[in-house]
């Protein structure tokens, strides 16, 4: 399958400061999804990134802060906006996992806000 | 809205032993069914994915069976390792998104 590297791997925060999280797919994707991870949980999806439209965000999810890019079919973006320490969590990209095919995951993004 | 459940939530077994996961799930209407592993703090790491025509996958060690009807996979290790300590996630894959189930923490004593 497709490789995912996703960065950074790991950030301290400001509360109310903004942080970008990068992904990079080796090869084409049609869908790209953001998750979180929130500690001692399972993964919640927040929102499929769409190459050249607007992200589709999930319930409980916002555009304003969750903002994603994807401006082609191998990379992408997901910013973290004014956050707070409720945002501590570990970030997700994924890639693949629509239809019948196996979905792929970056390396994650541990994120602490203080 | 799918639902997906992993039991047991947690377990620690001896070097050697042979490991049994379990993952339920409540809409059998799905593409596939994925199990993954996850590190402490790491992102996740596919180990075998399950069409759902399928009723079984194999990859060294591991073996996963799905049984679509009844809504249940079984992940097994075979021989286990302390290398194989590490959270396996169920991902169950229907209307093209991912329900993840929250996991079994695995624990391999030497």
């Known amino acids: 399958s497709a490789v995912i590297s996703q960065k950074p791997s790991r950030d301290i925060c400001q509360r109310g400061t903004s942080l970008t999280i990068q992904c990079q797919v080796d090869?084409?994707?049609?869908?790209m999804f953001w998750y979180r991870q929130q500690p001692g949980q399972s993964l919640t999806l927040i929102a499929t990134?769409?190459?050249?439209?607007?992200?589709?965000?999930e319930s409980g999810f916002v555009i304003d802060k969750f903002p994603i890019s994807r401006p082609n079919l191998t990379f992408s973006t997901l910013t973290v906006s004014n956050m707070s320490p409720e945002d501590s969590s570990i970030y997700l990209c994924?890639?693949?996992?629509?239809?019948?095919?196996?979905?792929?995951f970056g390396q994650g993004t541990r994120l602490t806000v203080v | 809205k799918q639902e997906v459940t992993q039991i047991p939530a947690a377990l620690s077994v001896p070097e050697g032993e042979n490991l049994v996961l379990n993952c339920s799930f409540t809409?059998?209407?799905?593409?596939?069914l994925q199990w993954f592993r996850q590190d402490p703090g790491k992102g996740l790491t596919s180990l075998l994915l399950?069409?759902?025509?399928?009723r079984e996958q194999t990859s060294g060690r591991l073996n996963a069976s799905l049984d679509k009807s009844s809504g249940r996979s079984t992940l097994y290790i075979a021989a286990s390792q302390p290398g194989d300590s590490a959270t396996y996630l169920c991902?169950?894959?229907?209307?093209?998104?991912?329900?993840f189930g929250k996991g079994n923490q695995v624990v391999v004593i030497p």
């Open positions: 994924s890639g693949g996992g629509h239809m019948n095919t196996e979905a792929f």
């Open positions: 090869s084409q994707v049609t869908m």
């Open positions: 990134a769409n190459q050249g439209s607007e992200a589709t965000y």
């Open positions: 809409d059998s209407a799905i593409y596939n």
């Open positions: 399950i069409q759902s025509s399928q």
């Open positions: 991902a169950v894959n229907g209307n093209n998104r991912l329900a």
